[in-house]
């Protein structure tokens, strides 16, 4: 039996030229926890699931039956299985990117490149790690850790729990029904969180972090607090406990529920945030700052404040401002206009202090009005 056992190992090695045929099959037994290692790099498609039987079976499909000029090596050496593409020098013209449908035991650790190409990952369990240098990244039902990264495509990572991050440089990410550590980044497009929580039901594991270059960002819950960010889009935090703070460059910010202290910035828009109830000793500061739109601040009435509000409006404004408050106010208004940051300003002063002025609530606009409300 030697001999055969020597020549199976060899054809296990061999590299496979892609001949005249558009599908190469291979299959090796396996056991969980080994590593798949894919390196594409003739571009091309990955979708990989995860099975119940200890089998990796790779399937590759070569497009329009353009073979020549592509080689495929197939392998296992130890407890790695290694999948390469790469150009014939001599016929590379001719070569196709492939696409690669693979079955693996649910746990199995993926490591992942192509240089150019969708990576679909479903029902795995292990060190998930990959880039594609463009392509779109379609995560499900994993578990471990991961970090992936598309130069240029959306993602999505749903159901599942994992920690680590996913990132693009440019388009949509979503994390939805996600348990973990886990974090979502992109350079250019929206960031969207959707009941993304720990292990134990109560947190995005510690600080959601999200930073855009451009797109809107959406929260469901940060449970130990959000810092976000973008270059030009609106962010929506539902919930956050402890702190949130938030910052665009061109977009609306709304905060419909904090536990804690808010700072938010835009260059240009709108800002909306409720406090909730004032429990314990927990901050209840809020500092928001808008350069052209309204401020709506809600907060307990009976939380204790020291109130600053500043309300400028330009000489080149199309209508009268105003600051609206449930709370009593002492208002003050400059009579003359004043030259600032290239415009002529007047402006609007509120304070007040309820209780012993322990929370500081600060609130400045510029061309827009605004409005602090009781939470009853």
């Known amino acids: 039996m030697k001999p055969l056992t020597v020549l199976v190992g060899i054809l296990l090695l061999i590299s496979i030229p892609l001949l005249s045929s558009d599908l190469v099959e291979k299959e090796f037994e396996v056991k969980p926890g080994e590593k798949l290692d894919v390196n594409l790099k003739t ?15 790779i399937k590759v499909y070569l497009k329009n039956s353009q073979s020549e000029g592509c080689e495929i090596r197939i392998e296992k050496s130890g407890q790695v299985i290694e999948v390469e593409s790469e150009f014939d020098p001599f ?30 990952i479903n029902k795995v369990e292990g060190e998930i790690g ?20 598309t130069m240029g495509g959306k993602i999505s990572l749903t159901d599942s729990d994992i ?8 388009g949509r990410v979503l994390l939805e029904n996600v348990v973990g550590d886990i974090k979502g980044s992109s350079m250019g497009g929206n960031v969207v ?25 959406k929260v469901d819950k940060a449970m130990e607090g959000a810092y976000v960010g973008t270059m030009g889009g609106d962010i929506r935090i539902k919930y956050a406990k402890k702190f949130a703070r938030a910052k665009t460059m061109g977009g609306d910010i709304t905060i419909d529920n904090i536990d804690g202290w808010v700072k938010a910035i835009t260059m240009g828009g709108d800002i909306e945030v409720t406090l909730t109830a004032d ?94 409300k009781k939470n009853k």
Not at 199 to 210: A, D, F, L, P
Request: net charge positive; aromatic share 8%.
């Open 279 to 372: 429990k314990k000793s927990r901050k209840r500061d809020a500092d928001l700052t808008s350069m052209g739109g309204d401020i709506t601040l809600t907060v307990p009435e009976d939380l204790s404040m020291n109130i600053y509000i500043e309300l400028a409006y330009t000489k080149s404004s199309w209508k009268k401002y105003r600051i609206s408050s449930d709370f009593k106010l002492e208002i003050e208004e400059t009579p003359n206009w004043e030259k600032k940051n290239g415009s002529y300003r007047k402006y609007i002063y509120g304070k007040a202090k309820t209780k012993d002025a322990k929370n500081t609530i600060k609130i400045k606009t510029v061309n827009g009005n605004i409005y602090l």
């Open 43 to 57: 571009g091309g498609s990955i979708s990989i699931s995860g099975w119940a039987k200890n089998v990796v079976n």
């Open 130 to 149: 990959g880039k594609t240098m463009g392509g779109s990244l379609k995560l499900s039902h994993l578990k471990g850790k991961i970090r992936m990264t």
């Open 91 to 120: 016929e590379h013209e001719n070569c196709r990117s492939p696409k690669l449908e693979i079955q693996v035991p649910h746990q199995f650790d993926l490591k992942l490149k192509t240089m150019g190409g969708d990576i679909t």
């Open 163 to 170: 920690d680590g991050y996913v990132k693009t440089m440019g």
């Open 193 to 217: 969180y959707r009941n993304v929580r720990s292990r134990n039901g109560e947190s995005t594991g510690k600080v959601v972090k999200i930073s855009t270059m451009g797109g809107s960002i």
